[in-house]
């Protein structure tokens, strides 16, 4: 089945550490994106990447970081500049005008 | 800029109709919609393109005033599942490509 995964599901990291969020797809799409959601911001774009080895910050990029290596992959690390990285985060990519999104990860930094 | 949506939140009985708008200070070429349920990924409803052309759901029609820069979401005879946040995206592009740009959703319950 064609979709797309991110793990963990939740994934719990103390203050002061970098924690990198996995997201794989395997529909072959071109075009890659992270959001961060919280209650009642809506979806709020971090970095998207339209091709292999090049992407672009998004709205809300400071205190992340990512990289697409691979067509299928584009990895989000949270750093420790991030001043408040507990959310809950989604990936998606598309191919052509709908956006196809992962299940989530929910990360709790205490 | 984030796209505005209102209500925040709609109550509904079965059957009952709601609307939801979408506007946006920029000139809009295109709005998307997306449903996301309670503890699920935001799944795409349709989109609606400059010139007229509406494309997807069946069951949920959209309009798309280009003067005014909004877009409205029409749920008619609401159903239970139904229920969940909608949300309006509409496109910011560059050099580099297009990204959706999202409001901060609206949430509809409908109950029996």
């Known amino acids: 089945d064609g979709g797309i995964t991110q793990s963990p599901k939740y994934l719990f990291r103390k203050e002061g550490q970098n924690v990198t969020l996995s997201c794989e797809q395997n529909?072959?799409?071109?075009?890659m994106y992270w959001y961060r959601q919280d209650p009642g911001q809506g979806l709020r774009l971090i970095y998207y990447?339209?091709?292999?080895?090049?992407?672009q910050k998004g709205d809300i990029a400071e205190g992340y970081s990512v990289s697409r290596e691979k067509k299928e992959s584009f990895p989000l690390t949270v750093t420790s500049a991030q001043k408040n990285p507990t959310a809950f985060y989604l990936c998606?990519?598309?191919?052509?005008?709908?956006?196809?999104f992962g299940p989530g990860t929910r990360l709790t930094v205490t | 800029q984030q796209p505005v949506q209102s209500p925040q939140a709609v109550i509904l009985r079965e059957g009952e109709d709601a609307v939801i708008n979408c506007s946006s200070s920029?000139?809009?070429?295109?709005v998307h919609w997306y449903r996301q349920k309670h503890g699920e990924a935001p799944v795409f409803l349709m989109i609606?393109?400059?010139?007229?052309e509406q494309k997807g759901h069946d069951k949920i029609s959209a309009s798309f005033n280009e003067k005014k820069q909004q877009s409205s979401l029409y749920l008619t005879a609401s159903q239970l599942s139904y229920s969940g946040t909608y949300f309006c995206?509409?496109?910011?592009?560059?050099?580099?490509?297009?990204?959706?740009?999202f409001g901060k959703g609206t949430t509809l319950s409908v109950s029996s």
């Open positions: 998606a990519s598309s191919w052509g005008y709908e956006q196809y």
């Open positions: 529909l072959n799409h071109d075009a």
């Open positions: 990447s339209q091709i292999v080895n090049d992407f």
């Open positions: 920029k000139a809009l070429y295109s």
């Open positions: 609606l393109l400059k010139g007229g």
């Open positions: 995206g509409t496109e910011r592009a560059n050099q580099a490509g297009t990204a959706l740009i």
